[in-house]
């Protein structure tokens, strides 16, 4: 099974000021058709999660060009330029190139 | 727009059964694949099923696997995860996912508010 690993765990940021948010899977996640299937999301405090990134840095509709996803193989990062007060909360990779699907432990941001 | 509301937790004893519902609304529900995921209080998103748009092809995780079956019904437009044999730590806010259309399994978006389930004596 894949495993999924992302660091740090806990992320203060200023606002106005970058993050980076690194995903590293156990296993490349490159399936035959040579797409990587990394997605990340966002949970907001008392919310449901919801898609920012899919394929590694395809943003969703209304996302904020902000965010930007990065990386390959078995290396991921997603980047928040700017940050904002919204930003806040917790923010997960899952893979889903291979059975079974699996997500990260979690990377919480916070505002300094 | 797309609505998934789910249904059907609450407190259950262990070893007892619940079903859960997911009503989709907003777009074509027979095209997609569906997802459940859960998470427990406090902690992370952990992948429970996952089902095709015809319910051809269905995945479980290992954690649940001959405990659960996941299960839809196009007309209704319903998406259902049937739990057996229950235990405490299937207790966890479960929602569910809209997939890709008919097996682009890969995507995930968006979710329900999700349904607590709590197992306990």
């Known amino acids: 099974d894949v495993v999924m690993t992302q660091s740090p765990l806990s992320l203060p940021v200023t606002l106005g000021q970058s993050a980076s948010i690194s995903c590293r899977s156990s296993?490349?996640?490159?399936?035959?058709?040579?797409?990587?299937?990394l997605n990340w999301f966002h949970q907001r405090p008392g919310q449901s999660p919801r898609r920012l990134i899919y394929?590694?840095?395809n943003r969703d509709s209304g996302v904020p060009d902000r965010f930007s996803g990065s990386g390959s193989g078995t290396d991921f990062t997603l980047t928040i330029n700017r940050v904002e007060a919204e930003d806040v909360g917790v923010y997960y990779c899952?893979?889903?190139?291979?059975?079974?699907?699996?997500f990260g432990g979690g990377t919480k941001v916070e505002i300094k | 727009q797309i609505q998934l509301v789910e249904s059907g937790g609450g407190v259950v004893q262990p070893g007892r059964s619940l079903r859960l519902s997911c009503a989709a609304s907003?777009?074509?529900?027979?095209?997609?694949?569906m997802h459940w995921v859960r998470q427990a209080p406090g902690k992370g998103l952990n992948w429970v099923a996952t089902?095709?748009?015809?319910?051809?092809?269905?995945f479980y995780a290992d954690s649940v696997k001959g405990r659960f079956t996941i299960s839809r019904d196009n007309a209704e437009n319903t998406l259902y995860l049937q739990m057996n044999s229950l235990r405490a730590e299937d207790t966890a806010v479960y929602l569910c996912?809209?997939?890709?259309?008919?097996?682009?399994?890969?995507?995930?978006?968006?979710w329900g508010q999700g349904t607590l389930v709590t197992v306990s004596s």
């Open positions: 996912a809209r997939g890709g259309i008919f097996t682009e399994y890969w995507a995930m978006d968006p």
């Open positions: 907003g777009f074509t529900f027979s095209s997609h694949v």
């Open positions: 089902i095709s748009y015809d319910g051809g092809n269905i």
């Open positions: 296993q490349s996640l490159v399936y035959s058709d040579g797409n990587a299937y």
């Open positions: 394929k590694v840095s």
């Open positions: 899952m893979q889903s190139t291979q059975w079974p699907l699996a």
